[in-house]
């Protein structure tokens, strides 16, 4: 999961002189941070991106410079969301793929649109990849009333497994075709795909 952190201190922590702009104070993040929830107040009052400050993501050490004036005495306060660990999906190997998972042939589709629009799906060369494997038999509403998604099959897959829309998914002499793929992710990284399929032969 992300963590969080929070900086507090005052304006005397940052490099430069007592009232000086430009002044730039490093955090101590122990891993990215990024803009999405990245809060910086200078005396209470939060300061705004580019006008007021500008900051740049790092591992370790992020860093914000002060554009304008700022003291010695002046509290300062940082709220940040560190990504999640690098090795998220690590765990989901060692979690749901080492506790659930099978073998499918995984068959990756290319298309091919000609010059009257008809498109041509040419199947690629099959291999074999470890999945979670799920048959859902279930309606999902959309925000669209009186839509419905319906799959026969969902599979959880490695963040960094390929897997793309219309690519066949064999699993137990039964062959399925994937509908669409999302990312499901921590922070702002991915920590595993989910494929919904549709039952072909």
């Given at each position: 999961?992300?963590?969080?952190?929070?900086f507090?201190?005052t304006?005397?922590?940052a490099?430069?002189?007592?009232g000086?702009?430009n002044?730039?104070?490093?955090?101590e993040?122990?891993?990215?941070?990024?803009?999405?929830?990245?809060?910086v107040?200078?005396?209470?009052?939060?300061?705004?991106l580019?006008?007021e400050y500008?900051?740049?993501?790092?591992s370790?050490?992020?860093?914000?410079?002060?554009?304008?004036?700022?003291?010695?005495?002046m509290t300062?306060?940082?709220?940040?969301i560190?990504?999640?660990?690098?090795?998220?999906d690590?765990?989901?190997?060692?979690?749901?793929?080492g506790?659930?998972?099978?073998?499918?042939?995984?068959?990756?589709?290319?298309t091919?649109?000609?010059?009257s629009?008809?498109k041509?799906?040419?199947?690629g060369?099959?291999?074999?990849?470890?999945?979670?494997?799920?048959?859902?038999?279930t309606?999902?509403?959309?925000d669209k009333?009186?839509?419905?998604?319906?799959?026969?099959?969902?599979v959880?897959?490695q963040?960094t497994q390929t897997?793309?829309?219309?690519?066949?998914?064999?699993?137990?002499s039964?062959v399925y075709?994937?509908?669409?793929?999302?990312?499901?992710k921590f922070?702002?990284?991915t920590?595993?795909?989910?494929?919904?399929?549709?039952?072909v032969?």
């Amino acid at each position: 999961m992300a963590d969080t952190g929070t900086f507090n201190g005052t304006g005397a922590d940052a490099s430069g002189s007592d009232g000086d702009s430009n002044r730039i104070l490093t955090i101590e993040n122990t891993k990215l941070t990024s803009q999405e929830g990245f809060l910086v107040y200078a005396s209470g009052l939060p300061l705004g991106l580019t006008t007021e400050y500008t900051v740049t993501h790092n591992s370790t050490g992020t860093q914000i410079t002060f554009l304008n004036g700022l003291w010695d005495d002046m509290t300062v306060i940082v709220n940040y969301i560190q990504s999640i660990d690098s090795g998220m999906d690590e765990d989901f190997v060692a979690g749901p793929i080492g506790d659930f998972g099978v073998s499918v042939t995984r068959t990756p589709v290319t298309t091919t649109t000609g010059f009257s629009g008809q498109k041509t799906y040419s199947d690629g060369t099959p291999a074999s990849i470890t999945v979670v494997f799920s048959n859902p038999n279930t309606s999902y509403a959309l925000d669209k009333s009186g839509l419905t998604k319906k799959y026969d099959a969902v599979v959880f897959v490695q963040s960094t497994q390929t897997i793309n829309k219309r690519d066949k998914i064999t699993h137990n002499s039964n062959v399925y075709r994937v509908a669409d793929v999302s990312d499901r992710k921590f922070g702002s990284t991915t920590g595993y795909k989910v494929a919904g399929l549709f039952f072909v032969s």
